[in-house]
């Protein structure tokens, strides 16, 4: 199988896992707030603690099953940075434009990252997802 659709199905995956755990992320949000509403204290719920861990799990289980079927190998080395890294630029994405950029920013983010995969595009790959994390990190937190 080619690179491009390979690298294409990476884009798509991570465009709909973004676009999902925002999705969900919201909803624990509103969940909890409705939980917390009449409480003047410190109020913690189960989603509060459950959520992120739940987004991260399914994630992970969706790319590695997503990246075999395409082939995208080491697998390891590429849904490593994209789970733990990815975050950054997706919340960015949230704060500053919306769902939609949420879908853009996880799909650019998984393809170039599984475009690492192959030496022959390994520096283009690498090169624009550190660019992407850099100026996430620079709106972030400036």
């Keep these: ?61 969706v790319l590695l099953l997503v990246y075999k079927r395409l082939g995208i190998r080491p697998r390891s080395v590429v849904i490593l940075p994209t789970i733990t890294l990815g975050p950054f630029p997706i ?17 650019a983010w998984a393809c170039f990252l599984a475009m690492a995969a192959w030496s022959r595009y390994r520096v283009v790959g690498v090169s624009v997802s550190v660019v992407l994390l850099f100026a996430s990190l620079v709106i972030l937190y400036r």
């Design 1 to 61: 199988m080619p690179v491009i659709p390979r690298v294409g199905g990476a884009a798509v995956t991570g465009a709909v896992l973004a676009t999902g755990a925002e999705q969900f992320m919201c909803w624990a949000e509103r969940r909890s707030a409705q939980a917390c509403a009449t409480t003047d204290g410190l109020c913690l719920t189960w989603w509060d603690f459950a959520a992120l861990p739940l987004a991260f799990t399914t994630a992970l289980i």
């Design 91 to 107: 919340v960015v994405a949230h704060t500053t434009a919306g769902w939609w950029a949420v879908a853009l920013t996880g799909g």
